[in-house]
């Protein structure tokens, strides 16, 4: 059976590696920074490879067949040495790429570049913000001590905010529409801070401000490489088969 490593971290990611287990070798590789991850299904690997370099060993070392970018959308990093690695061990690579969002009547998104682009678009009058980024992404918003800040995240933010009014909440999605508007309404927010992180697990937030007419900062996609892509599970399932024959279809 023909091996493939798929990059992972999202629900789709643990979707696909499902889809693929039946006949492929599918390993997933999680970059460990989520203390508790769901069960995936298929055999796992945590933490980093060490670069471009470190995984393009890793790729030749274990002979895979297909490497997969079913990253985050703004693991630009990852996605960025993913691509690189893929050129130097000659191993093809596929990636997983979520559509976004995008704004509808009734939205009011304030668009930025950049998590401290967001903390600046807060402005310098105090407002009562919902952070709903990553937890290693949340310290940007030191820069604007002035506001109240609702910080959700899976695992606990540490070290905390230096800052002097912030709750914490710990969650792990998917967060429907109308739990998201009783959220924001009994923290009585007046802005979300959001990626454009697509698919609908975590759009509820999205819809719910709009329903309530809170403004929403959203921090722009980084540019990814330009790979081989699908934007859906099914669709890169297609591509896979395509590009890794698997053995027993070709009688071997």
Request: proline share 6%.
């Amino acid at each position: 059976m023909k091996k493939i490593l798929i990059l992972g971290g999202t629900t789709e990611a643990r979707q696909l590696a499902g889809k693929l287990a039946e006949d492929f070798l599918v390993t997933l590789s999680l970059a460990g920074r989520t203390e508790s991850p769901v069960a995936q299904g298929v055999p796992v690997r945590s933490g980093g490879f060490g670069g471009a370099d470190g995984l393009a060993t890793y790729l030749r070392q274990t002979s895979i067949d297909l490497l997969i970018d079913a990253t985050h959308p703004y693991a630009a990093r990852i996605s960025a040495n993913a691509a690189m690695a893929a050129r130097k061990s000659g191993v093809p690579i596929l990636a997983l790429r979520r559509s976004g969002w995008e704004a509808v009547e009734g939205d009011r998104w304030l668009e930025v570049d950049s998590v401290a682009g967001a903390a600046r678009a807060l402005g310098d009058v105090p407002r009562r913000v919902f952070l709903a980024l990553g937890r290693q992404e949340v310290a940007a918003f030191e820069a604007a001590p002035q506001h109240h800040y609702l910080i959700r995240s899976v695992d606990p933010v540490e070290p905390k905010l230096v800052v002097p009014d912030a709750d914490y909440l710990l969650a792990r999605g998917p967060f429907g529409e109308t739990d998201e508007r009783v959220l924001l309404e009994k923290h009585r927010i007046d802005v979300v801070v959001s990626k454009n992180s697509g698919g609908a697990a975590t759009y509820g937030k999205i819809a719910a401000a709009r329903m309530l007419g809170i403004e929403v900062i959203m921090v722009r996609r980084p540019d990814l490489p330009d790979v081989p892509s699908a934007e859906t599970v099914e669709a890169l399932a297609a591509m896979v088969r395509h590009f890794v024959e698997p053995d027993a279809e070709r009688g071997v």
